[in-house]
């Protein structure tokens, strides 16, 4: 009997265990913790703008290979993060996504698996994660952001919390160096109008972060 091919885009709640949860910390506080800490000295502003409840999407400007970890270091609870499907090609790295509570989403449009899956993660106390700009970026603009991520917002009827990241892309390895400031904003309430969303948050990371926000052409 052919051995059934796992859906990564498609997930119920019982996916987003304790496991994962236990496996995304370990990964989180003993491979990243400490160079945050000690190498990066990451600075945190705005954690008071982290709502107590998970009823949100932590959307951040994507720099690094880094930032999916920044984000999962800086929340109180579980981040699910969406990775691009093409990411799952990869024996390793489809391992360590499973293990860590992500699940693939096509970058090009929103698919009902996403709005499916990511209404699934609101029957947990995961935090949904995604970076709206699809890919990382260049340092110092704003550009290139989808729109599904505000329509994700809508159909899941959750608001958006802005994670301006800044240095990331500048750490190094070896030698160890770089430094890293993160600064929250505050919540962007749940609304239907897909553009007032993504540019309240184009805006508000521009605040956070002092890049300059460069609009998608008309």
């Given at each position: 009997m052919a051995k059934q091919k796992v859906n990564y885009a498609r997930?119920?709640?019982?996916?987003?265990?304790?496991?994962?949860?236990?496996?995304?910390?370990?990964?989180t506080n003993v491979w990243y913790c400490p160079r945050f800490k000690l190498i990066y000295k990451m600075k945190i502003e705005g954690?008071?703008?982290?709502?107590?409840?998970?009823?949100?999407?932590?959307?951040?400007?994507?720099?690094?290979?880094?930032?999916?970890?920044?984000?999962?270091?800086?929340?109180?609870?579980?981040?699910?993060?969406m990775a691009k499907k093409e990411l799952f090609d990869k024996a390793f790295t489809r391992w360590m996504l499973d293990w860590q509570g992500a699940f693939a989403?096509?970058?090009?449009k929103l698919e009902v698996s996403t709005i499916k899956t990511a209404l699934e993660v609101k029957n947990t106390d995961w935090i949904l994660g995604l970076f709206p700009q699809g890919t990382?970026?260049?340092?110092?603009?704003?550009?290139n952001i989808h729109k599904g991520f505000a329509g994700?917002?809508?159909?899941?009827?959750?608001?958006?919390?802005?994670?301006?990241?800044?240095?990331?892309?500048?750490?190094?390895?070896?030698?160890?160096?770089?430094?890293?400031?993160?600064?929250?904003?505050?919540?962007?309430?749940?609304?239907?109008?897909l553009d007032a969303v993504m540019d309240k948050w184009a805006r508000a990371i521009q605040e956070l972060t002092g890049f300059k926000y460069i609009p998608n052409p008309a």
């Open positions: 997930r119920t709640a019982k996916y987003f265990n304790f496991m994962r949860k236990v496996f995304q910390r370990i990964v954690k008071e703008n982290i709502p107590q409840n998970s009823d949100f999407i932590a959307c951040g400007n994507h720099l690094s290979n880094l930032d999916p970890y920044i984000i999962t270091y800086i929340m109180p609870k579980p981040v699910a993060f989403v096509n970058r090009e990382r970026a260049k340092s110092g603009t704003i550009e994700l917002a809508r159909s899941t009827k959750c608001g958006i919390l802005p994670i301006g990241i800044v240095g990331s892309e500048k750490t190094t390895w070896l030698p160890f160096k770089g430094n890293i400031t993160v600064k929250i904003g505050e919540l962007i309430p749940y609304d239907e109008d």
